[in-house]
């Protein structure tokens, strides 16, 4: 029951919208052909998910997406360790940080495409880069809100010094990597989806692309609310992965 | 293991210049003692007892630790009053921490955690982290895990000052039972007199800040202690004199108390 209302509240606006455009498109005050009714849109986004198109495209959108995370995830994490451990390198690597974020990262991937070529790896290290760059970010805060009693305290117990790392320091960033990491993945399609758009010739952004080029716009319409529907998801799907690793960011600390 | 330190001098830096935190404090605990310093709020026990921890270098004066043949080992252990847990370990893995870093197996630690934590009162409570912890179920986990490491010396920052009056006496009574067993050298921090006569071998009186020891009292109770303790006659004169001088603690004349 309760769910149910939960969904309810949650979802009368959209059904209102759809109605009124469905409306609105059946009765032609609005031109079907560039506003096809959300009925058609759905019965192309099935015959698509029947022809197995729709599977093919969007699992190779979230390879693609899930290939950068990983990489931007090892890439951010080896940099945040290496930055939290040398001081003088912090220092260095701060302006750069702080330059890169400020940089639209897809104006990097005609530089990025140059030099590992129009292929997977431009494509995913460029995805990478970004999420590397949120985690460094987060972990850097992360490690410098760490109280000095806890590292006493666990050295006043006998703990050593790569003991003092794994009890205290890497369990304290844990909760600002995956909050770096829901925010990244969300970050990632987007970035995936918009470089498809560019440079793929397949995966959703490119599927998007040909139907707007082919006019074909309930496959446009359709492609648009599959790329919808993966954000939507990937939302709760970290949520949960971090309520399993880090439970004890759930109470007050 | 006995502690102690003769001269000590530590300040904070502020803006407005160093701020003395303790003066000239001299004092040395004897082996196996229930050592008690009491004080008004902002005398420098926190800092006194940072320095016996070997967390906080003294700025003049030195800390003296003598080891004794019944050790078993030489760590000097605190239980703060704030940080004391670690947030991301369960109440279990915190009392257990000593042993962990000790290298005991992990099935003995959590039997002993949680033998521990349940005469404490934390029964059923091994796998709830701190952030779900009231504050009197978190000083008793850092109580748990400070007898669990079996430490030469214990140094307690007033473990008992955020419980209720019923859970306060359990504990104390608790701690006194476990204390009685082994009779480690203890130096206890509080600003409760009560607490102090009924815990203390010896009660040393800090002045205000920076503290200095203006006083030395001992407790004539015989032990085991029950913590239902009727302060009257002989007690009730002891507790007379040291409320006097912890009124008159605000800057009178130093009391040499140097066993």
Sequence with gaps: MRLVRSLGARSWLIALLLAGWQALSTFRVLDPLFFPPPTKVCATLWAMLASGELGRQTGATLLRAGGGLLGGVIAGGLTSIALSVSARLRTAAEPLVAALYATPRLTLLPMVMLIFGVNETSRMALVALSVGLVIVIQVSDAVRGISRDYVDLAANYGATRAAIVRKVYLPACLPQI??????????????????????????IGSMIWISWQTFATEKLYASVLAAALLGLISGPAFHWLERRFVPWAGGQA | ????????????????????????????????????????????????????????????????????????????????????????????????????????????????????????????????????????????????????????????????????????????????????????????????????????????????????????????????????????????DLKQRILASLRVAAGVERFACVR
């Design chain 1, 178 to 203: 995956f909050t770096a990491l829901r925010l990244s993945a969300g970050r990632a399609l987007v970035m995936t989806i918009t470089i498809e758009m560019l440079a793929s010739d397949n995966g």
């Design chain 2, 1 to 236: 293991m006995r502690v102690g330190c003769s001269r000590l001098q530590v300040s904070f830096r502020a803006s407005s210049g160093p701020v003395p935190a303790l003066r000239d404090l001299t004092f040395r605990s004897g082996d196996g003692e229930f050592l008690t310093f009491l004080g008004p709020s902002g005398c420098g026990k926190t800092t006194l007892l940072r320095v016996l921890a070997g967390l906080l270098a003294p700025e003049t004066g030195t800390v003296e630790r003598v080891a004794s043949p019944d050790d078993r080992n030489s760590s000097v252990l605190l239980v703060s009053q704030e940080h004391s847990l670690f947030p991301c370990m369960t109440a279990s893995a915190n009392a257990a921490f000593g042993l962990e870093m000790q290298g005991v197996a992990r099935g003995e630690r959590e039997a002993r955690a949680a033998e521990l934590l349940a005469r404490l009162g934390c029964a059923g409570k091994e796998r709830a982290y701190p952030g779900q912890l009231s504050m009197g179920m978190k000083q008793r986990v850092a109580v748990a895990r400070c007898f669990l490491g079996d430490p030469a010396v214990m140094l307690m920052d007033e473990p008992f000052a955020a419980l209720d009056c019923q859970t306060r006496m359990l504990l104390q009574q608790e701690v006194l039972d476990l204390w009685e067993r082994d009779r480690k050298t203890v130096v206890f921090v509080t600003h409760d007199v009560d607490e102090a006569i009924l815990l203390s071998d010896r009660i040393l009186v800090l002045s205000e800040g920076p503290g200095t020891v203006v006083a030395e009292y001992e407790v004539p109770l015989p032990r085991p202690r029950q913590a239902l303790l009727e302060i009257d006659g002989e007690l009730w």
